[in-house]
């Protein structure tokens, strides 16, 4: 179903089972939708919980955000949705990106019970002296573009998950990947799993062991061998190693 939450109409899909004490929200990655989950889903609806699983604006069947969408808008989002569905404490379930706004959330709100992040962005990454030149030679080459000095297709620079977007989204994506939750971290009180890839390569192990160190109620989970999308790679695991930790 849709509903207008921060201006924008965003696409959801939940289930309530009796027990409205066990609820859990899921949170996909930059990129993906609420199929992203949809395993994940199944098994929770099946072990009574009550599930909620949206489309981030931008993405799956949601619409567009303007250019100029933030983080906190996103977050927004999220708590408009549980008002909407009448919640005051949710257990959530965060991948990558969506793993930034139950950051954002779980450090700012009271809404949050149990915190379950999975290979999650938020931290600003270790300097590289490679990525260094290279975003100083596109933004040199961006400026000489623009003042018609030199003719250049720009669009096979940045990431894959960039060159994927609309014209639209690509500042919110520059804007939300940029911004360093490290402080926002340090804020969470709620009890926390973290569930990492070992050779996770998009948000690298060390990413893990800090957010380990600076939530005080939190433990961590290794996957061997696992890549950013652990949650699949270990699918059968990671559904037991969640169920136990929310119940």
């Not at 992203?36 to 099946?46: A, K, N, P, V």
């Amino acid at each position: 179903m849709k509903t207008k939450l921060n201006g924008i109409g965003i696409n959801f899909r939940y289930r309530f089972n009796d027990n409205k004490d066990k609820v859990v929200l899921l949170l996909h990655g930059w990129g993906g939708s609420l199929n992203s989950f949809r395993g994940l889903e199944i098994f929770l609806t099946q072990n009574d919980y009550s599930v909620i699983n949206l489309d981030f604006p931008g993405f799956g069947n949601s619409d567009l955000p303007n250019d100029d969408f933030t983080l906190e808008d996103y977050k927004k989002i999220v708590v408009e949705m549980l008002e909407y569905l009448h919640l005051e404490k949710v257990d959530i379930v965060a991948h990558s990106f969506g793993g930034r706004v139950a950051l954002l959330l779980a450090s700012s709100t009271n809404y949050v019970n149990k915190l379950v992040l999975v290979d999650s962005a938020g931290l600003k990454p270790k300097f590289s002296l490679s990525r260094f030149f290279k975003q100083k030679r596109y933004k040199f080459i961006k400026f000489l573009a623009k003042k018609g000095v030199v003719k250049r297709d720009l669009s096979k620079y940045g990431s894959e998950d960039y060159r994927a977007l609309p014209d639209q989204m690509k500042p919110v994506f520059v804007r939300v990947v940029n911004q360093d939750l490290t402080e926002c971290i340090g804020k969470i009180k709620c009890p926390t799993l973290i569930i990492w890839g070992e050779k996770d390569t998009s948000t690298p192990l060390y990413m893990a062991k800090k957010m380990n160190k600076k939530i005080a109620d939190s433990g961590l989970v290794v996957f061997k061998n696992a890549g950013h999308f652990s949650y699949l790679d270990y699918h059968d695991d990671f559904l037991i190693i969640v169920d136990n930790f929310l119940k």
